[in-house]
Nanobody, 124 residues
Framework: QVQLVETGGDWVQPGGSLRLSCAAS????????MGWYRQAPGKRRGLVAV???????AYADSVKGRFTISRDNAKNTVYLQMNSLKPDDTAVYYC??????????????????WGQGTLVTVSS
């Protein structure tokens, strides 16, 4: 079964830190570039960080220097260390492959598969 389980979200004051974790099914994780995405209220989901199977990382400009993505290939898990958090970082955070994993439904359409996400709230 295909699964993505994100954990670690919480409320934190501006300037604080959080570490998110995502346990993924092997068919999504193994050998693929993984990413962290986020969706703020009223906005579209967007990619904030990616890491290749070999460990090369890239970041959106908005989080560069503050967030660090990492992965444990033995555990099929990807992490996001978030430091110097700002109110604009408030969002539901999701992990997925890049591009997002898709499955074929009974109607013959390809649908993206997502986990439930984890909510990060940054406020004073």
């Amino acid at each position: 079964q295909v699964q993505l389980v994100e954990t670690g979200g919480d409320w934190v004051q501006p300037g604080g830190s959080l570490r998110l974790s995502c346990a993924a099914s092997e068919m999504i994780f193994s050998g693929y570039t993984m990413g962290w995405y986020r969706q703020a209220p009223g906005k579209r989901r967007g990619l904030v960080a990616v890491i290749s199977s070999g460990g090369s990382a890239a970041y959106a400009d908005s989080v560069k220097g503050r967030f660090t993505i990492s992965r444990d290939n033995a555990k099929n898990t990807v992490y996001l260390q978030m430091n110097s958090l700002k109110p604009d970082d408030t969002a539901v955070y999701y992990c997925n492959s890049d591009p997002p994993y898709q499955r074929l439904d009974v109607g013959g359409r390809y649908l993206e598969v997502w986990g439930q996400g984890t909510l990060v709230t940054v406020s004073s």
